[in-house]
């Protein structure tokens, strides 16, 4: 691995306050010695940086001119933090990152007065922002006091609604706020020299309403290539880059297109609009995500794991199995080769989710509608009453925001859309805001859908082939991060009767009923049960909704006690059973009944198997939640 690099100015920088008496020159050597820092780091520890790498310029330029943590900073999405984290005396502990008891990969409330709001999802920013300049406004309790409200917006994160709804909002309230959109899907050409030198002056010297004025007819005098750069495909910016007409629309002004890697450009406009502004104003910087380093990736460094910076080789432990992301993928192109009604819909996350692949395949039915799952979830819902067979990709905890949209669009309508739910249960190093703790518990509630959960990567493509069948209701089925099993894989996916799970073992005493992937660990335990004498019976529920009542009160009556395992959080599965359990009358029979699901806590950051034990959901967790439940000491303490 290479050597940390020289940092000389970066050194002499312990928090914010470090960088005001710095100039100019050295701002723009910090920003260099900087960007060489998130590289190093990142390479020793993995995580996300290309995000980063495009705003470093930009983090320097704020913390030089405004006065964190009193003026309160917010990243959207917070991936791109690690500059600001450095630069807010986290600096030695970013060997830490997205580890156990190590600092977050994203801002958070806990870790530091530097990160006023936690923004570990997307497009929340300018409403906290707005938040934080009425407490401003009305004189709100704050530690550090209140002062300028800025949100930091990827172009990405400025496709989620929720973005529009604030801007409106804050555009009537017409209260001083400064947003910064990060736009880092343009080019910019020049990036440097005569131009930018003159826009530079041109906004250092005007009075505030010449300066919007100027910016407003800056396009039309840029040389062609600038012009060609500044126009994009979606109609929001090029709305933009003609001034900002939607933008002003909103009750904005707007300063941009500029060049988001130009020290002296962002310096003097930054100090111009923290000296003038007296209303909400939009800045449109333009920047080149993974700058200086993975610029020609694909992913552009988006997230990664501990890499050889001179080769850029990733330190990736070799699979012993396809992940289940593949095998969705593959399973769902399978299906869509015979039966052209077949679509699938994500909201930014084609590779996360597989569809990547299926995109390759059949371009003409594959939708990423950006960052909005509400609308993602609609657009399926519309699709399937007009006779098509959508499969609506989204990770777990993204799903949770087009809830409203489940229940309304899709479930009371009883169209069938097929959910298919990446991520669910704990994820390890993108720690709570990411888990997939609440989807079982929140669609099981539902009328008539049908929720399944897959225990290996050959039931996930059952359970691909199921939902297909499924078409007078919706259906879901979760399946977790990374890889399966290794289990032997089906030629083609066999649809499953709907609501019947499946006998593993039999045993005697207790019965394991599982749901979702913790089977592997639930087998583990029985094992080691069955060398003290204690033989379970396991079996597989598959379907969270409909419950397989007959099985379930078969397990119930011809044992001592049952136990539900399943990752995800209190009201789910185990409780759907343990309400069938009293129903039916069985608690009076004296059955001893344990539900074994993920805490009611925020698990932080850690490799999975480390988080699932602080979940006690472990393989001698589960042991150990037998031998408490029959009464029988554990014989042999295990390591």
Same mark, same amino acid.
């Given at each position: 691995?290479?050597?940390?690099?020289?940092?000389?100015?970066?050194?002499?920088?312990?928090?914010?306050?470090?960088?005001?008496?710095?100039?100019? &020159?050295?701002?723009?050597?910090?920003?260099?010695?900087?960007?060489?820092?998130?590289?190093?780091?990142?390479?020793? &520890?993995?995580?996300?940086?290309?995000?980063?790498?495009?705003?470093?310029?930009?983090?320097?330029?704020?913390?030089?001119?405004?006065?964190?943590?009193?003026?309160?900073?917010?990243?959207? #999405?917070?991936?791109?933090?690690?500059?600001?984290?450095?630069?807010?005396?986290?600096?030695? !502990?970013?060997?830490?990152?997205?580890?156990?008891?190590?600092?977050?990969? =994203?801002?958070?409330?806990?870790?530091?007065?530097?990160?006023?709001?936690?923004?570990?999802?997307?497009?929340?920013?300018?409403?906290? %922002?707005?938040?934080?300049?009425?407490?401003?406004?009305?004189?709100?309790?704050?530690? &550090?006091?209140?002062?300028?409200? *800025?949100?930091?917006?990827?172009?990405?994160?400025?496709?989620?609604?929720?973005? @529009?709804?604030?801007?409106?909002?804050?555009?009537?309230?017409?209260?001083?706020?400064?947003?910064?959109?990060?736009?880092?899907?343009?080019?910019? %050409?020049?990036?440097?020299?005569?131009?930018?030198? $003159?826009?530079?002056?041109?906004?250092?010297?005007?009075?505030?309403?010449?300066?919007?004025?100027?910016?407003?007819?800056?396009?039309?005098?840029?040389?062609?290539?600038?012009?060609?750069?500044?126009? !994009?495909?979606?109609?929001?910016?090029?709305?933009?880059?003609?001034?900002?007409?939607?933008?002003?629309?909103?009750?904005?002004?707007?300063?941009?297109?500029?060049?988001?890697?130009?020290?002296?450009?962002?310096?003097?406009?930054?100090?111009? #609009?923290?000296?003038?502004?007296?209303?909400?104003?939009?800045?449109?910087?333009?920047?080149?995500?993974?700058?200086?380093?993975?610029?020609?990736?694909?992913?552009?460094?988006?997230?990664?794991?501990? =890499?050889?910076?001179?080769?850029?080789?990733?330190?990736?432990?070799?699979?012993?199995?396809?992940? @289940?992301?593949?095998?969705?993928?593959?399973?769902?192109?399978?299906?869509?080769?015979?039966?052209?009604?077949?679509?699938?819909?994500?909201?930014?996350?084609?590779?996360?989710?597989?569809?990547?692949? =299926?995109?390759?395949?059949?371009?003409?039915?594959? =939708?990423?509608?950006?960052?909005?799952?509400?609308?993602?979830?609609?657009?399926?819902?519309?699709?399937?009453?007009?006779?098509?067979?959508?499969?609506?990709?989204?990770?777990?905890?993204?799903?949770? !925001?087009? $809830?409203?949209?489940?229940?309304?669009?899709?479930?009371?309508?009883?169209?069938?859309?097929?959910?298919?739910?990446?991520?669910?249960?704990?994820?390890?190093?993108?720690?709570?805001?990411?888990?997939?703790? $609440?989807?079982?518990?929140?669609?099981?509630?539902?009328?008539?859908?049908? #929720?399944?959960?897959?225990?290996?990567?050959?039931?996930?493509?059952?359970?691909?082939? &199921?939902?297909?069948?499924?078409?007078?209701?919706?259906?879901?089925?979760?399946?977790?991060?990374?890889?399966?099993?290794?289990?032997?894989?089906?030629?083609?996916?066999?649809?499953?009767?709907?609501?019947?799970?499946?006998? *593993?073992?039999?045993?005697?005493?207790?019965?394991?009923?599982?749901?979702?992937?913790?089977?592997?660990?639930?087998?583990?335990?029985?094992?080691?049960?069955?060398?003290?004498? *204690?033989?379970?019976?396991?079996?597989?529920?598959?379907?969270?909704?409909?419950?397989?009542?007959?099985?379930?009160?078969?397990?119930?009556?011809?044992?001592?006690?049952?136990?539900?395992?399943?990752?995800?959080?209190?009201?789910?599965?185990?409780?759907?059973?343990?309400?069938?359990?009293?129903?039916?009358?069985?608690?009076?029979?004296?059955?001893? $009944?344990?539900?074994?699901?993920?805490?009611?806590?925020?698990?932080?950051?850690?490799?999975?198997?480390?988080?699932?034990?602080?979940?006690?959901?472990?393989?001698?967790?589960?042991?150990?939640? #037998?031998?408490?439940?029959?009464?029988?000491?554990?014989?042999?303490?295990?390591?």
């Amino acid at each position: 691995m290479s050597e940390r690099p020289h940092t000389p100015i970066l050194d002499r920088v312990k928090s914010p306050y470090d960088l005001k008496g710095l100039s100019d &020159t050295d701002l723009d050597r910090l920003a260099h010695e900087l960007r060489a820092e998130v590289i190093w780091s990142v390479s020793q &520890t993995g995580g996300h940086f290309g995000a980063g790498l495009g705003v470093v310029e930009m983090t320097v330029a704020i913390h030089a001119v405004f006065d964190t943590p009193r003026d309160k900073l917010i990243w959207d #999405v917070s991936h791109q933090c690690y500059p600001h984290k450095i630069l807010t005396g986290r600096r030695e !502990r970013m060997q830490t990152i997205r580890q156990k008891d190590g600092l977050s990969g =994203f801002t958070k409330r806990s870790e530091s007065p530097y990160d006023p709001f936690g923004a570990a999802h997307s497009s929340t920013s300018i409403s906290a %922002a707005l938040g934080f300049a009425m407490a401003r406004e009305l004189g709100g309790d704050c530690d &550090t006091g209140h002062g300028d409200a *800025i949100a930091v917006i990827g172009d990405g994160a400025l496709s989620g609604g929720m973005a @529009y709804e604030a801007m409106n909002n804050a555009g009537h309230l017409g209260k001083r706020l400064i947003v910064i959109l990060n736009d880092n899907e343009m080019s910019i %050409a020049p990036p440097t020299g005569a131009m930018s030198s $003159y826009l530079s002056r041109l906004y250092a010297g005007a009075p505030f309403q010449e300066l919007k004025a100027a910016a407003k007819g800056a396009v039309s005098l840029l040389p062609e290539p600038f012009q060609e750069g500044a126009r !994009r495909a979606k109609e929001l910016l090029k709305a933009a880059t003609v001034g900002g007409t939607l933008f002003e629309e909103l009750g904005f002004s707007y300063i941009g297109p500029i060049d988001g890697h130009d020290m002296e450009q962002l310096l003097a406009i930054l100090r111009t #609009v923290k000296a003038r502004a007296d209303g909400p104003i939009l800045i449109h910087a333009i920047t080149k995500k993974g700058k200086g380093y993975a610029e020609d990736r694909p992913d552009r460094g988006h997230a990664t794991a501990k =890499f050889d910076i001179r080769t850029g080789e990733q330190k990736k432990a070799p699979s012993n199995a396809p992940s @289940y992301t593949k095998v969705f993928a593959n399973a769902l192109i399978q299906e869509a080769e015979d039966d052209p009604h077949i679509t699938a819909v994500t909201a930014a996350m084609p590779d996360g989710t597989g569809l990547d692949l =299926f995109g390759k395949r059949f371009p003409a039915r594959t =939708f990423d509608v950006s960052i909005a799952e509400q609308h993602a979830v609609t657009f399926a819902a519309g699709m399937a009453a007009g006779g098509l067979k959508p499969f609506c990709a989204i990770y777990s905890t993204f799903l949770q !925001r087009g $809830y409203d949209q489940i229940v309304h669009d899709v479930a009371i309508q009883r169209l069938p859309v097929r959910f298919a739910i990446d991520r669910a249960g704990l994820v390890g190093a993108d720690g709570a805001t990411h888990a997939g703790s $609440y989807d079982t518990a929140f669609l099981s509630n539902l009328p008539g859908f049908v #929720v399944m959960a897959a225990a290996d990567e050959a039931e996930l493509v059952h359970m691909v082939r &199921t939902a297909l069948e499924i078409e007078d209701r919706p259906s879901a089925f979760r399946y977790p991060r990374g890889e399966g099993v290794g289990v032997e894989m089906p030629e083609r996916g066999v649809a499953l009767e709907i609501g019947k799970g499946r006998m *593993i073992a039999e045993g005697n005493r207790v019965a394991l009923l599982n749901f979702g992937a913790r089977l592997k660990e639930v087998r583990d335990a029985a094992e080691a049960l069955e060398a003290k004498g *204690i033989k379970p019976t396991i079996a597989d529920a598959r379907f969270s909704k409909p419950l397989d009542e007959e099985m379930i009160l078969k397990l119930a009556r011809h044992h001592e006690a049952l136990i539900t395992v399943e990752e995800g959080a209190v009201g789910g599965f185990g409780s759907h059973v343990a309400q069938l359990l009293a129903e039916k009358g069985v608690f009076d029979t004296g059955i001893k $009944y344990r539900s074994m699901v993920l805490p009611d806590i925020f698990i932080d950051q850690a490799n999975p198997r480390d988080m699932y034990a602080v979940a006690k959901l472990n393989a001698e967790d589960i042991e150990a939640k #037998v031998l408490e439940t029959l009464g029988v000491a554990r014989m042999v303490k295990r390591a």
